[in-house]
Structures are given as C-alpha cells and as structure tokens.
C-alpha cells in the first residue's frame, strides 16, 4: 500500500523549533521530489519547501533560513526541521511526494505555535 505520513507536530512557543517527520511505505522516497505544504485557517495551502530526487532544495521566502528540509534519519522518510517559529507558522503541514506523475499526500500534521 502505498502511503506518506507525517509526524512530529505539536504545541511550541514562539521562537521554538520542531521536526516534522514524512514517512513513506510502498515507494522508495528518495527517489521522488518531495514538498512539504502548509494550510492554515482560512487560508489557501501553500508550498514551504522542497527537495527534489537529486537533492536540490528550495523554500518559501517566508521560511528561508529558518526551515530545512532533508532526507530524515529513520529510513524512508523525509524531514522538515523548523526554527525560530512564529505564530504565523501555525498550520496544517502537509507531505507531498510527486514523481513520473504519480502524487501522493499524507493527511498532515497539526503545528501551533502559541504562548
């Protein structure tokens, strides 16, 4: 079956960090372009960041220098490591894996960053 899940999110305080895991069973991950995506109340979904099958990685102006998105530690997975948080950030954080146009998402994770 083929499947992406997301893990990792939670309650943070302003200025604190979280990784958000991306799981994958039934495909090899790596070799799929992967996007996190975000979705917060009222608002459109958007793209945070990506990294494609050979590496290369890319962001949303309003995460640059702040996120990173990586391959994860566990295998098969992907990670999106967030720094200095802000309200703002506060989202539904989606994984998408896009390759030979097959697309797969998971069902998200829920980030809130409040004091």
């Known amino acids: 079956q083929v499947q992406l899940v997301e893990s990792g999110g939670g309650l943070v305080q302003p200025g604190g960090s979280l990784r958000l895991s991306c799981g994958a069973s039934?495909?090899?991950?790596?070799?799929?372009?992967i996007k996190w995506y975000r979705q917060a109340p009222g608002k459109q979904r958007e793209l945070v960041a990506t990294?494609?099958?050979?590496?290369?990685?890319n962001y949303a102006d309003s995460v640059k220098g702040r996120f990173t998105i990586s391959r994860g530690t566990a295998v098969n997975t992907m990670s999106l490591q967030m720094n200095s948080l802000k309200p703002e950030d506060t989202a539904v954080y989606y994984c998408?894996?896009?390759?030979?146009?097959?697309?797969?998402w998971g069902e998200g994770t829920l980030v809130t960053v409040s004091s």
């Open positions: 990294i494609t099958s050979r590496g290369i990685t």
């Open positions: 998408n894996g896009v390759s030979r146009g097959m697309n797969y």
């Open positions: 039934g495909f090899s991950i790596s070799s799929y372009d």
